[in-house]
């Protein structure tokens, strides 16, 4: 079967003779070059995908490095694994000498050739994802599918390539759950077994290549779905016995993306995959998952802000008191309580700190200060944080009101 034209429509010109373009270089070389993965599975099903895998037989790094001078491309090239990325602005181009793997235990990285299509075909995780195109002048537009992905497709399958799929490679337990809900699949009946017995052989995995595949979920549009079923599935509970995947979550995760601005969404999710998490629950994650520093500090944040509400559970509270309970933490940690919460007045309080207390500055600086006869030490810090709390509670608005408040405080302090 031939996609020359499909390849035509579906493919926005510049992309497409960028790659027409490389693999004619490719030619020259006595190298062919293919579409593989995702993009020939999203081209068949007809949906979008602009990130484009390029597996070339013969030396993709110096190929990349030929590419066309387009003056936009970012090229990041890893000599020892023999792949390329070519990043646009609405677009990447991935670029990778066909390889072939060997396991050498469960979980292991695999041990990497040189290698041929098939060879680089056969180690995929699933037979949606073993396709590929060729882009080479002799078969231009020809479906490579080894593995029959196409009529999976049609089915609506996923299928492992071998019975020792993820035995060898666990986090293809995670991954098919995620293609599973993304286009609402099923396991095939064989997989499913597989899958199910498998599922110990997440300990295998390391706490970076779990954590990854749990990014890739949490970025997709619905993560609750794959979550919810990686629950059911008891793969979660192998990951760590108190992660759940309830009607809760979906709630929450709900809740998060009505937010306006969720910038950093995933590492929201992650935050609320914890939230009815103990101290110790979470310390274990931390290690099992190799959470960096910084989302590390925000999950410890959400629990530590959590138990806060008696405190922060008062209508009466003036935006400086807010201001103080609340600096001290991860601002992710505060936007986690303020979709979790179950209170109102708290939801409230950390609203206004996040869209407005954390931002407030007071007009005058230190320099200004000097200008006004205060010195700087003990005694600058001193008025410069009454100002802020003047201006937080709305007691001054103006420079000049500031200006007088700094005066007047500075003589008090003196007295
Ligand atoms: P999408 O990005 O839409 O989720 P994709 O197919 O592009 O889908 P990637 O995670 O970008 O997925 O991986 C690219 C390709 O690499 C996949 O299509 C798959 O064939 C292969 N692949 C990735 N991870 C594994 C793995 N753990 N085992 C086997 N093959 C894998
Ligand atoms: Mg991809």
Known sequence: MYLSRQIEEYLPRPILELVNDISRQAGRLGQKVYLVGGVVRDLLLGYPNFDLDLVVEGDAVKLAQQVPETGQAKLLAHKRFGTAKLRYDDFTLDMATARKETYARPGALPAVTPGTLMDDLIRRDFSINAMA????????????????????????????????????????????????????????????????????????????RIRHELELILKEKQP???????????????????????????????????????????????????????ENDIEQLLVRLNIPAKLSRAMRDTLRLKTR?????????????????????????????????????????????????????????????????????PEMGRVLRILHKAKLDGEVRTRADEKKLAVSSSLKLER
């Open 133 to 208: 195109m060729s882009l080479a002048a002799d078969n231009y537009g020809e479906l490579i599918d080894p593995y029959q992905g196409k009529g999976d497709l049609e089915r609506r399958l996923i299928r492992v390539l071998h019975s020792k799929s993820f035995t060898d490679d666990a986090t293809r337990i995670l991954r098919g759950v995620r293609y599973e809900q993304r286009f609402g699949f099923e396991f095939e009946a064989q997989t499913a077994d597989l899958l199910e017995r498998d599922i110990p052989m997440l300990n295998t995995i390391s706490g970076d």
């Open 224 to 278: 609750e779905l794959a979550i919810k079923r990686l629950g059911e599935l008891g793969v979660l509970a192998t990951i760590n016995p108190s992660l759940k995947g309830d009607g809760w979550i979906a709630e929450e995760f709900d809740r998060a993306r009505r937010l306006k601005k969720p910038t950093q969404l995933s590492s929201l999710y992650f935050c609320l995959l914890i939230y009815s998490f103990t």
């Open 309 to 377: 509400p008696p405190l922060l559970d008062k209508p009466s509270l003036k935006p400086s008191e807010i201001y103080h309970l609340l600096t001290e933490y991860e601002p992710l940690a505060v936007q986690v309580n303020a979709i979790a919460t179950e209170s109102p007045t708290v939801r409230r309080s950390l609203q206004l700190y996040l869209t407005k207390l954390r931002y407030v500055r007071t007009a005058l600086n230190g320099e200004d200060l000097k200008k006004l006869g205060i010195s700087p030490g």
